[in-house]
């Protein structure tokens, strides 16, 4: 009799919540998501907490950036990220 197979662990990194994250630029556009951490330095977090991006906050993708900008909408507001900040994000679903 065959053993069953083992199935590999979800290697992506997880939320002290243990949901999965992804970075932001892998998000589909009309999809609703939820900031799990920001991996970019004290400048950059300072500058998205201005705008209201802080862990925990949930927002809908309205562009994703192909083409044209990456476009969110977070309560009321649009807001455009540029590159180097998709790639910094990661969210959860």
Do not use: Y
Request: glycine residues 10%; hydrophobic residues 40%.
């Amino acid at each position: 009799m065959a053993e069953p197979q083992k199935t590999q662990k979800d290697a992506r990194p997880k939320t002290s919540d243990d949901a999965p994250v992804m970075p932001l630029q892998m998000a589909r556009q009309g999809q609703e998501v939820k900031l799990a951490k920001i991996r970019g330095g004290r400048e950059m977090q300072h500058r998205l907490a201005e705008m209201g991006l802080t862990p925990g906050v949930k927002f809908k993708i309205i562009n994703q950036g192909h083409p044209g900008p990456f476009i969110i909408l977070l309560k009321d507001t649009r807001l455009v990220l540029g590159r180097g900040m998709i790639h910094q994000i990661f969210i959860t679903t």
